[in-house]
């Protein structure tokens, strides 16, 4: 690979990039609009060229969504990037793992509350009413507070 400024230039094209990490090129332009990724320079009458850096900084972005964190929260993580800032990429860990925990302590409730309703539809044997639907339109649901209604 030859050398442009500081940044070592590649030899993928954009879908070659788009294609080595498994995204579309949309979704690679749009993370250099949000500053996520740099655009390598246009060499006069050539198209752009990416390197393993850029793979290896779009798998940064990509693995941590998959974390659940979201474009800002990965852009403050790449500013922390440099290996002395671990105590506050630590923090933000912390509170992106508080979230899920709420998330996961969420879906449990709401797990429940569906299985018990299931349960209720199954149980009311030729009736005309339906649990489930009944509870849908009270706006309540079983163990739970009432729903605020729109």
Do not use: W
């Not at 740099?38 to 972005?61: C, H, K, M, N, W």
């Not at 339906?130 to 729109?150: D, K, M, V």
């Amino acid at each position: 690979m030859k050398r442009q400024g500081d940044r070592v230039a590649g030899t993928m094209t954009i879908g070659g990039l788009a294609k080595a990490v498994g995204v579309n090129v949309e979704t690679i332009r749009y993370y250099q609009r949000r500053g996520l990724l740099s655009e390598p320079e246009r060499p006069a009458g050539s198209i752009r060229r990416y390197g393993t850096a850029d793979v290896a900084r779009l798998t940064f972005v990509k693995t941590g969504q998959r974390l659940g964190f979201s474009l800002d929260e990965i852009a403050e993580l790449l500013r922390l990037e440099d290996g002395t800032h671990c105590q506050e990429a630590s923090t933000l860990a912390e509170h992106k793992l508080r979230d899920v925990r709420e998330k996961v302590a969420s879906l449990q409730r709401i797990e429940r509350t569906l299985d018990e309703l299931v349960q209720a539809c199954h149980e009311q044997e030729g009736s005309i009413t339906c649990p489930l639907i009944a509870s849908l339109h009270e706006g309540s649901i079983t163990g739970e507070q009432r729903l605020p209604r729109n």
